[in-house]
């Protein structure tokens, strides 16, 4: 089978799209669904690869998981004591939030586990999830002074305690972690981050019954303070649109001329939405109808027609709320007049491949003018592009990324390692297809 994906520039964009699951809020069904007690459903759940290892690890904690249909999933919850010790090692594939938000669960069950995952997976930061959960009492060893995964929790030798820590990233991996850690712990524990990072396990732990109180601070600011051993009970979540995904397809309409596409169900959580603050910014049309509440998340239809954009400035707490969107920002930033900088996005370079990197390598191919700095980039808008054979390093979002790039490059553009889009987006390219005919 080849792993590659062929896009030919030319046609606009019309149609419309229910877009598939949030993969964050499907982690976090599954998750929360298990620790809790009774049956929880799970709607519209994304048959994302990295969802389906969270799915795998909890079978291998003794949970039994059925999937109805791929986006329908029941999870036989068995309280927060439920979980038994696994056989083997625990593989989370390529989910860094499987990773983080598991090792903050494992900390506090009385047995032995071990994590780890892909080769992307075993280069990314794990100490600062494993240095605040050894603050709370935690035995885990790891690589690199349990920096790295694979990482052992020894959590017959644990006794967690409640913390009250800072994280230097706003991080909604690490903040969620601790959180869960803290379901374990008799007392308060409180997260506190320099931006609010996204709070999916806030809202969803507070519908499964958790106390749970989160405060805007100072400057940007947020506080998160959970109480150990709720009660937790299964619920049923209809899980939104992942806006993650929905990027993809506000930037190719966006710029594709002639193009006008319905996003349906699309989550639009604040925490989240910083990509349309932007894109909007940028000069994009997009309108936002038939807005409502679901499963405790903001939901809304998104209407996207082309438009001519022009350069800006993305830094600050705008970052985290549009962090895995910078990739499709950087293509739009390609067809804007004038400028665009990213700035104080780090946090790119330790993502499912080092994107500051990758994009800037890999835009470059199409003749984009893209200056790599430290916490981000600079991108000049305008220049016309070549169809190019780029690579995806493996890394969903760089995938589909090119692929709308290649809607406007001149002649057929190859995507090497295109398979790697199911990590988050399974059907991608026919969806894209579907627009297009
Ligand atoms: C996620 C949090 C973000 C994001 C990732 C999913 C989550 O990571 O990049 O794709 O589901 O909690 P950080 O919280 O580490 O920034």
Redesign the pocket.
């Known amino acids: 089978m080849t792993d590659e994906l062929r896009v030919a520039p030319g046609g606009a964009l019309r149609g419309e799209i229910d877009v598939p699951g949030d ?2 809020i499907s ?1 976090r069904a599954v998750m929360f669904g298990a620790l809790a007690e009774g049956k929880t459903r799970i709607e519209r759940f994304l048959p994302g690869q990295d969802c389906l290892s969270t799915i795998d690890c909890f079978r291998r904690l003794g949970i039994v998981i059925e999937q109805l249909s791929p986006t329908d999933v029941v999870v036989q919850g068995k309280g927060l004591r439920g979980l038994t010790e696994p056989s083997d090692i625990l593989d989370v594939g390529n989910s ?2 499987t990773l ?2 598991m090792a903050g669960i494992l900390a506090g069950q009385p047995f032995f586990s071990v994590l780890t995952g892909d080769s992307s997976i075993r280069r990314r930061p794990m100490g600062r999830v494993t240095a605040p959960l050894t603050a709370m009492g935690a035995v885990i060893r790891g690589r690199d002074g349990g920096r790295l995964a694979p990482i052992a929790i020894d959590g017959a030798a644990s006794a967690l305690k409640p913390l009250t820590y800072s994280s230097p ?8 972690a601790l959180l869960l850690a803290g379901l374990y712990t008799e007392g308060e524990t409180a997260v506190r981050e320099p931006y609010a ?2 709070d ?1 396990t806030e809202r969803m732990l507070t519908a499964f019954g958790a106390k749970l109180q989160v405060a805007q601070e100072p400057e940007g600011a947020y506080c998160a303070t959970i109480t150990g051993f709720p009660d937790l009970r299964g619920q049923v979540i209809t899980v939104p649109g992942d806006i ?1 995904s929905a990027a993809f397809f506000l930037v190719a309409a966006t710029i594709v001329p002639g193009s006008a596409v319905l996003l349906r169900h699309v989550g639009m959580n604040p925490t989240r939405d910083g990509v349309i603050e932007v894109l909007q910014a940028m000069g994009a049309k997009i309108r936002s109808e038939n807005e409502r509440m679901e499963a405790g998340e903001p939901v809304a239809d998104l209407y996207v027609e082309s438009a001519s954009l022009r350069g800006t400035v993305v830094s600050g707490g705008q970052i ?1 709320r549009l ?2 969107e910078i990739p499709i920002l950087a293509v739009a930033a390609l067809f804007a007049e004038g400028r665009t900088e990213f700035r104080d996005a780090a ?1 790119l370079r330790v ?1 499912e491949t080092d994107r500051i990197a990758t994009v800037a390598a890999e835009l470059r191919k199409f003749g984009a003018c893209v200056e790599e700095r430290e916490d981000g980039m600079i991108i000049e808008g305008g220049r016309p592009l070549q169809g190019a054979t780029v690579e995806s390093h493996g890394d969903h979002r760089i995938a589909m990324a090119m692929a709308v790039a290649a809607l406007q490059a001149a002649g057929e553009t190859v995507i090497h390692g295109a398979s790697c889009m199911d990590v988050s987006f399974p059907g991608f390219a026919r969806y894209l297809a579907s627009l297009r005919s």
């Open positions: 993969k964050s982690h860094g939030t983080r938000l990233v706003a991080s909604a991996q690490v903040k969620s990072s996204r999916h993650s985290p962090i895995d946090e993502k």
